[in-house]
C-alpha cells in the first residue's frame, strides 16, 4: 500500500515568542511525507523546488526513503519562500512576506509508477490542481484533502467539484464554519460530509480534534506539551501521521480511524516541540509508541463499575 503526497515543498521564515528562524525547509508535502516514512515505507512526493534547493534538504527526504521521481527542479527560478510571525497565544499569526516563484506555475505531473497509489494526499493547493492529481490516479482506496479559508473563498467552484471525489477532509474549526456556513460544528460536519467527503476531520488547535464518520463522532484530547516552539507544519504533521497509520494497517473501519487520529495528533505534538519539521527528523518508534499511549491515557476510564447515583 503506497502513499502519494502531493503539496508544496518550500523554505520558511519562522518567528515566534521563543525565538526566530530566517530560513529553514518548510511546505505541506514536506510535513506530511516526513511523517508518514515513520509508519511506511512507500512514499511518494510530488512538488516543484527551485534552483536554490539545497542538496542537504533533499538527502532529508532520501535518508526518509521517500520517492522523488515526482520532485521537479526548476532552474528558472527560486523556491516557494513563506515568512511569518506568530502571537503570544501561537494560535494567530501575521504573513510577513510570500514569495510564490516557481511554485506560481507548479503543474503536478503523477510519474506513471505512481498511478496505482492506494492513499492520495492532497496538501493544502490549488482545488484545480487537486482534481487534475485525481485525473491521474487510477483507483486509490482513500483520498485525503487538506485546504484553508483561501481556497475556500476565492474558489468555491473548483473545490466544490474536488470535494465530491474525496474520501477524507481535514480542516480546522474556522474553515468548517465558513466552508459549511454553519457556526455550530456537528451541523457544519453533517453539510460538509453532504459535499462529498464521508469523513471529517476538524482540528481545534489546543482543544484537539473531531471525527465525523457516517457512523458516529469521536473527539481526541489534545497533548499537554510543555515546551512549544513552532506551530508552523502541526496540521500537515497530523494529516501525515493519520495517513502513515491507516497505510500501515491496512484497515480504514471506524475504531481505526480513531486511532489513527491519536496517531496523527502525537506527531503533531512532536512537530512543535522544534523549529520547522527538525523534531520530526530523528523520532524513534519507541518515542512515537509511548506518546501514542500517553494520548490514548488523557480521556481513557478505568473498567469498573460506576456508580450511578
Same mark, same amino acid.
Given at each position: 500500500?503506497?502513499?502519494?503526497?502531493?503539496?508544496?515543498?518550500?523554505?520558511?521564515?519562522?518567528?515566534?515568542?521563543?525565538?526566530?528562524?530566517?530560513?529553514?525547509?518548510?511546505?505541506?508535502?514536506?510535513?506530511?511525507?516526513?511523517?508518514?516514512?515513520?509508519?511506511?515505507?512507500?512514499?511518494?512526493?510530488? *512538488?516543484? =523546488?527551485?534552483?536554490?534547493?539545497?542538496?542537504? +534538504? /533533499?538527502?532529508?527526504?532520501?535518508?526518509? %526513503?521517500?520517492?522523488? #521521481? $515526482?520532485?521537479?527542479?526548476?532552474?528558472?527560478?527560486?523556491?516557494?519562500?513563506?515568512?511569518?510571525?506568530?502571537?503570544?497565544?501561537?494560535?494567530?499569526?501575521?504573513?510577513?512576506?510570500?514569495?510564490?516563484?516557481?511554485?506560481?506555475?507548479?503543474?503536478?505531473?503523477?510519474?506513471?509508477?505512481?498511478?496505482?497509489?492506494?492513499?492520495?494526499?492532497?496538501?493544502?493547493?490549488?482545488?484545480?490542481?487537486? *482534481?487534475? =492529481?485525481?485525473?491521474?490516479?487510477?483507483?486509490? +482506496? /482513500?483520498?485525503?484533502?487538506?485546504?484553508? %479559508?483561501?481556497?475556500? #473563498? $476565492?474558489?468555491?467552484?473548483?473545490?466544490?467539484?474536488?470535494?465530491?471525489?474525496?474520501?477524507?477532509?481535514?480542516?480546522?474549526?474556522?474553515?468548517?464554519?465558513?466552508?459549511?456556513?454553519?457556526?455550530?460544528?456537528?451541523?457544519?460536519?453533517?453539510?460538509?460530509?453532504?459535499?462529498?467527503?464521508?469523513?471529517?476531520?476538524?482540528?481545534?488547535?489546543?482543544?484537539?480534534?473531531?471525527?465525523?464518520?457516517?457512523?458516529?463522532?469521536?473527539?481526541?484530547?489534545?497533548?499537554?506539551?510543555?515546551?512549544?516552539?513552532?506551530?508552523?507544519?502541526?496540521?500537515?504533521?497530523?494529516?501525515?501521521?493519520?495517513?502513515?497509520?491507516?497505510?500501515?494497517?491496512?484497515?480504514?473501519?471506524?475504531?481505526?480511524?480513531?486511532?489513527?487520529?491519536?496517531?496523527?495528533?502525537?506527531?503533531?505534538?512532536?512537530?512543535?516541540?522544534?523549529?520547522?519539521?527538525?523534531?520530526?527528523?530523528?523520532?524513534?518508534?519507541?518515542?512515537?509508541?509511548?506518546?501514542?499511549?500517553?494520548?490514548?491515557?488523557?480521556?481513557?476510564?478505568?473498567?469498573?463499575?460506576?456508580?450511578?447515583?
Amino acid at each position: 500500500m503506497s502513499i502519494l503526497v502531493v503539496g508544496s515543498v518550500a523554505y520558511d521564515g519562522i518567528e515566534t515568542p521563543f525565538g526566530k528562524i530566517d530560513r529553514i525547509l518548510g511546505g505541506s508535502a514536506t510535513y506530511i511525507s516526513l511523517t508518514s516514512s515513520y509508519f511506511h515505507d512507500s512514499l511518494q512526493l510530488v *512538488g516543484v =523546488v527551485g534552483k536554490d534547493f539545497a542538496d542537504s +534538504d /533533499l538527502q532529508r527526504f532520501k535518508d526518509k %526513503n521517500i520517492d522523488l #521521481e $515526482g520532485l521537479q527542479i526548476d532552474n528558472s527560478g527560486k523556491t516557494f519562500f513563506w515568512q511569518g510571525k506568530y502571537h503570544f497565544d501561537l494560535n494567530n499569526r501575521d504573513t510577513l512576506d510570500t514569495q510564490l516563484n516557481v511554485f506560481e506555475k507548479f503543474d503536478p505531473v503523477i510519474p506513471e509508477s505512481y498511478k496505482d497509489a492506494s492513499i492520495v494526499c492532497l496538501g493544502n493547493i490549488a482545488p484545480a490542481l487537486q *482534481g487534475k =492529481v485525481l485525473d491521474q490516479i487510477s483507483k486509490p +482506496d /482513500l483520498v485525503i484533502l487538506d485546504t484553508m %479559508n483561501f481556497w475556500i #473563498e $476565492g474558489a468555491r467552484e473548483d473545490l466544490n467539484k474536488t470535494l465530491e471525489r474525496v474520501n477524507v477532509l481535514i480542516i480546522n474549526d474556522s474553515e468548517a464554519r465558513e466552508l459549511s456556513g454553519e457556526p455550530n460544528l456537528v451541523k457544519a460536519a453533517e453539510k460538509i460530509q453532504a459535499m462529498g467527503p464521508s469523513t471529517l476531520i476538524i482540528k481545534k488547535g489546543e482543544h484537539g480534534a473531531l471525527l465525523f464518520t457516517e457512523t458516529g463522532i469521536f473527539s481526541a484530547p489534545a497533548f499537554p506539551i510543555i515546551d512549544i516552539f513552532d506551530p508552523t507544519g502541526a496540521g500537515d504533521t497530523f494529516l501525515g501521521g493519520f495517513a502513515g497509520w491507516l497505510a500501515r494497517s491496512g484497515d480504514f473501519s471506524d475504531d481505526n480511524l480513531r486511532r489513527a487520529v491519536i496517531y496523527g495528533s502525537a506527531m503533531a505534538s512532536f512537530c512543535v516541540e522544534k523549529f520547522g519539521p527538525e523534531r520530526l527528523l530523528d523520532l524513534s518508534a519507541t518515542e512515537i509508541s509511548a506518546r501514542y499511549q500517553e494520548f490514548r491515557s488523557l480521556s481513557a476510564i478505568p473498567v469498573q463499575q460506576d456508580n450511578v447515583f
